[in-house]
């Protein structure tokens, strides 16, 4: 990956410790050597301060201090806290102190390399020093110098000077390594195990961050997931770090987006669905409207051509005149009915005309039916069996079931053919009666047989129109049976075309 965390966490780490380990030596070749003076001049200064209050001390006593230090280094003599001091100096610091009476001359320790300290003291004190000498710290009663000596080719620091009982000098040599020498040894040794704690450092964080890149990279993958709309990712990491925190949040988000998106195509379907529904009611309307205006052209033409005629004196007989008269009145009628059924069936489909629920006796309903069709019947010379005796009572609206049975009737007798044989059946069940009209005839063409419900669709327009059929009969059918939440049908049977309808169980 070109832009790693992982990466990228151990080059910051390189970085940083690059820079700590630049500024380190940067740090020891400009201060180291200050800083260790510094040090080396405050514990001069201390043991100047805490050798001049023992002198003074016993001074104030009438006391020599070169007589009391002259036991310091004998085997029987007593230690004083300054006896350890100066001892502790001599063998921790490597700094000699050197004592001496300004009146005896007589000094102590009294060892034979001392006297060139000695020496060198009494060049001091007449101002006499090595070139290059500088001074460091410069008192009323003391002096710390930096002196190179040329014979041992070392540094050294010599605090020299009086104590303030008057009369005692000292001198304190302490060698220095060289500061630049040691710088150089210090930066040596810093580099390589700043080298290598920058190689270790780096490899361990390397794999260490693996803990931090990981989840991060579970992350990326989950995001990547729910970017391709699959909110059954889920975060499994349990870290109670950020990343666990970021984890579970995107957790949330991804079930609220599921939550969310649902909803959306919840509503998207619906909407869907109601675009659908209105699409398909404007095209009902403009069907409905074209099929109206068809229905109506030429019943209407008809009317306005006779009547015409009638006003033009065309019919001048009798016998004409009544002609005229009668297909106007027919063709008046006709539309009569086509309205009427057309404002049946707008109040069945829009919930205006619901069924009033009743129990009574379909098979007494279809037997007055076929008595009030009797003249009917005979003029269409159709044989119609109904065998049916006892009584069987459904539950529906008997006003709209007559309609039903009626429209079944008069669609067999306009389409009888052969035997001309009208059968109606009353089946009952358990908990549905099924009643059903058989007439002898032509099958319908199964294309066909799904569309006899929609209005004003006729399978021959011609024949339809010479018993005055306006295509709307078995439309309100569906649209009553609809109401009762029941079914209906039609099915191409031997010999003819079978109707059928079916009601819930009475007592």
């Known amino acids: 990956m070109k832009h790693s965390i992982r990466v990228k966490i151990t080059l910051i780490f390189m970085g940083i410790m690059a820079a700590a380990l630049a500024a380190m030596l940067v740090i020891n070749n400009f201060f180291l050597e200050p800083f260790y003076t510094r040090e080396k001049v405050d514990l001069l200064q201390e043991a100047y301060e805490e050798l001049n209050r023992y002198v003074v001390s016993r001074a104030e006593e009438g006391k020599n201090i070169i007589e009391d230090f002259g036991s310091l280094y004998s085997q029987e003599g007593e230690q004083n806290d300054v006896s350890r001091m100066i001892r502790q100096m001599n063998e921790k610091y490597t700094t000699t102190i050197v004592l001496i009476d300004s009146q005896t001359d007589r ?30 710290v410069s008192e009323d009663n003391f002096m710390i110098q930096k002196t190179y000596d040329w014979h041992s080719k070392s540094y050294y620091l010599q605090n020299w000077g009086f ?20 710088v150089q040894l210090s930066n040596r040794f810093m580099l390589y195990v700043g080298l290598t704690v920058l190689a270790g450092g780096s490899i361990l964080i390397y794999f260490a961050t693996k ?10 993958s989950l995001s990547a997931r729910m970017s391709e709309l699959d909110f059954d990712a889920r975060y499994t990491g349990e870290e109670e770090n950020e990343i666990g925190v970021l984890g579970r949040s995107m957790n949330t988000l991804s079930e609220k987006l599921k939550d969310t998106i649902g909803a959306l195509k919840t509503a998207n379907n619906e909407l869907q669905k109601d ?10 309307r403009k069907e409905f409207i074209a099929n109206v205006s068809h229905e109506l052209k030429t019943p209407i033409a008809l009317i306005q051509g006779y009547a015409e005629g009638l006003t033009e004196g065309m019919a001048e007989d009798p016998a004409s005149r009544d002609y005229y008269c009668e297909v106007i009145m027919d063709e008046a009628g006709k539309m009569n009915r086509m309205v009427k059924q057309l404002l049946t069936l707008t109040a069945l489909e829009f919930g205006n005309d619901k069924p009033v629920m009743e129990q009574f006796d379909i098979v007494g ?17 159709a044989h119609v069996v109904f065998e049916a005796a006892a009584p069987v009572y459904v539950w529906a609206d008997e006003f709209k079931i007559e309609e039903v049975v009626t429209n079944y009737l008069n669609n067999a007798l306009n389409h009888l053919a052969g035997e001309r044989l009208i059968r109606v059946r009353v089946d009952k069940g358990d908990r549905e009666v099924r009643v059903s009209v058989y007439n002898t005839g032509e099958h319908i063409p199964e294309e066909d047989l799904d569309k006899l419900w929609v209005k004003f669709y006729k399978v021959d327009k011609a ?12 439309s309100i059918v569906k649209a009553i049976m609809d109401s009762h939440h029941k079914a209906c049908g039609v099915a191409n049977v031997e010999g003819g075309v079978e109707f059928w309808f079916t009601l819930d169980c009475g007592l």
């Open 365 to 381: 309903l279809i037997q007055g039916l076929l008595s009030s069709a009797n003249i009917l019947i005979q003029q269409k010379e």
């Open 211 to 220: 803990r931090i890149t990981s989840p991060i990279m579970s992350l990326a």
């Open 107 to 136: 000094m102590v320790p009294a060892f034979p390399n001392n006297e060139f300290l000695a020496d060198r003291l009494r060049w001091y004190i007449l101002g006499i020093w090595e070139q290059g000498t500088e001074t460091l």
């Open 463 to 474: 024949r339809t129109r010479e018993y005055g059929g306006s295509g709307i009969g078995l």
């Open 275 to 284: 675009i659908e529904e209105k699409i398909r009611v404007d095209e009902t």
């Open 163 to 182: 104590f303030d009982d008057n009369r005692t000098i000292f001198i304190m040599s302490m060698p220095i390594a060289s500061i630049q020498e040691s």
